[in-house]
């Protein structure tokens, strides 16, 4: 059997574990007085970004612990994530542009499955007004195969226009900001090669066991983002896994299927 057909059927043997997101949800809820403990921030904006046919309803739990450890937090306001195009973008970059400004300082923006793949994105046109971006599960790579939503996408969306391929083949870069890409193995919706990416003094990706459903409230993926979202402006650094924390976090060592 070649080693792409045994990741196929890992990647789908995953897709029919993913109920077992109700065990993350339920293990948030039942931590929730121990994660207000976890690192305080210096009270700069967050903006959550949902993932594909989802919406602020969906991060809510994430934003609401945000809030208790000190940031600005916000949705994105824009309904159901299902439609892609212009105007979309065009309202996505705006709300970045006036939390910035309204605030006085730079934003961190945090995204859920595709709405991690938009935050790189508005990241990239916005750069001088974004701290830093974390995606969760995200599908970053540009390839369709490395997704079991795409073709549900397709449906709601149609099929991509020549400039959209173009599109496609540059949303492996990284935006020109601090950037961290966070997965699983056992993603069941969004393959884990399609969330990795190259390896810079300012990006990095890191495994932690959980499903895709259930990575906006898992409990170590909490842990990580307060990690991340914690570090002062213009000193950040990547993540160390030391200690007992090897047992839960891994730093990527896929860079060579980029």
């Not at 979309?88 to 006036?98: F, Q």
Request: with cysteine; hydrophobic share 40%; glycine share 8%.
């Amino acid at each position: 059997m070649s080693l792409g057909l045994i990741r196929q059927t890992q990647f789908n043997f995953w897709r029919l574990a993913e109920p077992r997101a109700v065990i993350e949800w339920q293990s948030f809820y039942a931590l929730r007085p121990l994660l207000k403990r976890l690192p305080k921030g210096d009270g700069h904006p967050v903006i959550v970004f949902p993932g594909f046919v989802s919406s602020d309803s969906a991060t809510k739990p994430l934003r609401n612990l945000l809030t208790d450890l000190g940031y600005q937090t916000h949705g994105w306001g824009l309904g159901v994530n299902v439609l892609f195009g212009d105007e979309l973008e065009e309202e996505m970059i705006a709300l970045v542009r006036e939390v910035a400004e309204q605030s006085g300082k730079k934003v961190s923006l945090v995204g859920w499955s595709l709405g991690g793949l938009y935050a790189r994105e508005v990241a990239k046109v916005c750069a001088d007004q974004v701290r830093s971006v974390i995606t969760l599960g995200s599908p970053i790579s540009g390839k369709p195969e490395h997704s079991h939503a795409h073709g549900l996408f397709k449906v709601f969306n149609g099929e991509p226009t020549d400039i959209d391929y173009t599109r496609y083949f540059q949303l492996h870069q990284a935006p020109p900001v601090p950037t961290s890409s966070i997965f699983s193995h056992s993603d069941g919706v969004v393959a884990w090669e399609g969330s990795l990416q190259k390896e810079t003094d300012t990006t990095e990706s890191i495994v932690v066991p959980a499903s895709h459903l259930g990575m906006g409230v898992n409990p170590l993926v909490m842990y990580l983002l307060a990690d991340r979202l914690s570090q002062p402006e213009d000193k950040w650094a990547k993540f160390k896994a030391s200690g007992f924390k090897r047992l839960f976090f891994k730093k990527s060592k896929a860079a060579n299927l980029l």
